[in-house]
């Protein structure tokens, strides 16, 4: 799916990235516990998340997140969009719940991303 597809399903507003309408999203990861997509996470994806705090940015920076999408009508501060720019992540907030967009996502064929196994992350 791209981007510019996945925010008019989603009834978002893509925030940064308005010149990649062709990025592909074609993997997702939904958390608000950053600390679980930092232990989750193994590949490129996008994030959606309710969170609006810079960490989220530090975070998609560190894993190469190809994209977050904001929930819940959460619109990220000033700074968050001037990284994303800097950073070249772009950024799609809509007022749909987590679940909603998620299970839309789902439908029209983006898949969850590989994560690894909670043995993996312990010494099981």
Known sequence: MKLSELAKMINGSILVGRDQPDLVIDRAFAADLLSDVLALTEEQTTLVTGMI??????????????AVIFVRGKVPPQALIEYATKLDIPLVATK?????????????????????????????
């Open 96 to 124: 749909k719940t987590m679940f909603e967009a998620c299970g839309l996502m789902y439908a029209n064929g983006v898949r969850p991303c590989r994560s690894r196994s909670v043995c993996e992350m312990s010494d099981c």
């Open 53 to 66: 705090n810079p960490q989220v940015m530090r975070v998609a920076e560190i894993l190469n997140v190809t």
